[in-house]
Structure formats: C-alpha cells, structure tokens
C-alpha cells in the first residue's frame, strides 16, 4: 500500500515507520531537524524490546509525494489551518485519510476540506516520544488503532487498511461506534 504519514513526528514516525518496516511503500512528512535527520540516517525507532532504523521516503512537501492509498493525518491538530490543505496532492479518488489526532472532532477538518467520504475518523493509543531528531522511542506494551466508519458499517477500506496494520504487526480494531471510541480515548487522554 502507498501510504504518506502527515506529521511524521512522535506517534507518525512510530506508526510509519512500522508500516514500511511491514512492507509498504511509506513517505514520511517531517520537517527541520527531524527531517535532515530522517534523510540521512533513516528513523530510528526503539521500544522496550528492540531498536531498529527505517529507510524511507521523507519530505517536507506534500506536493512531492504523488497521489497515495492512505494519508495518515498526526500533525497536532493547532497545525490543521496549514496541513490539511495541503495533502490534496496526495489524494486521488481512492485515498483514505485516517485521522488519528486528538480530539473527538479534528477529524472534521480534513471532512471539510477533502469531503467527508474519504476522511475516517481514529484513536492511537500509545506511549510514543520524539527523543530527538530522527529517533521515535515507544514505551510499554499498549499499543493499538481503533478506527471506523462514521455511520458504523463495516466496509470494504476499513478491513483493508486493518489487515495493512497487522501484517506491519500494529494491532487494529474496527470500531462500529467511532464517537464513543473519539469519547474514551478523550477520557483517557484527560484523566492522565
């Protein structure tokens, strides 16, 4: 799958980097330090149990990338304004864009800005940190993507992008009822 990762920082770099670890062809979007970084040594990536490097595309130009299966929208969401319009060079009529921000309705700015029918709406749930430039260290064994349909149906892109998370070995669950997943992990992010 052709995927770009918007905001290759701290949870994009993690999620991006297992992604082409997996197999995919992944372009990650950095810029400054983290994005020098990135090109000349690769990502690195270290968890509890293993340290490894990345050797993928990076930029700092959406418009470099060319049209992909699935943008992954990580830039905080106070960087919105200026991202989300500019992915439209990234989206064709078949690209997903899964949003995994912060927030129980960041999804709706990339719906506003590229129509509602290729935004999906998602939670991360992991404990994920810029270390520095070029290095993405995840802690701790809770790790997962819930993600789904705004009305709830199942179809045939969210079994898709799944089945694409747990071969690159990121744990996926589809969610039937996105706002209350938006809600919990809401909850969660404002009790710790």
Not at 8 to 18: H, N, V
Not at 105 to 124: M, N, Q, T
């Amino acid at each position: 799958m052709r995927i770009a990762v918007m905001g290759a920082g701290s949870i994009g770099g993690y999620f991006g980097g297992k992604l082409s670890q997996g197999g995919n062809e992944v372009t990650l979007i950095a810029r400054g330090a983290h994005l020098d970084a990135i090109r000349s040594r690769g990502l690195k990536i270290i968890t509890d149990d293993s340290e490894f490097i990345v050797e993928c595309k990076a930029t700092d130009d959406p418009g470099q990338v060319g049209p992909v299966d699935l943008v992954l929208l990580t830039v905080k969401t106070y960087h919105n304004q200026e991202a989300v319009p500019a992915m439209v060079e990234m989206l064709s009529p078949n690209t997903t864009v899964l949003c995994l921000q912060n927030g129980i309705d960041s999804f709706e700015a990339a719906a506003r800005c590229h129509g509602a029918e290729k935004v999906l709406p998602g939670a991360a749930y992991i404990d994920v940190s810029l270390e520095g430039p070029g290095v993405v260290r995840q802690i701790g064994k809770d790790v997962e993507i819930v993600f789904g349909e705004p009305d709830g149906v199942d179809s045939p892109r969210c079994e898709s992008i799944s089945v694409t998370f747990r071969k690159a070995g990121i744990p996926a669950q589809l969610s039937n009822n996105i706002q209350r997943t938006l809600w919990t992990k809401f909850l969660y992010i404002a009790t710790t």
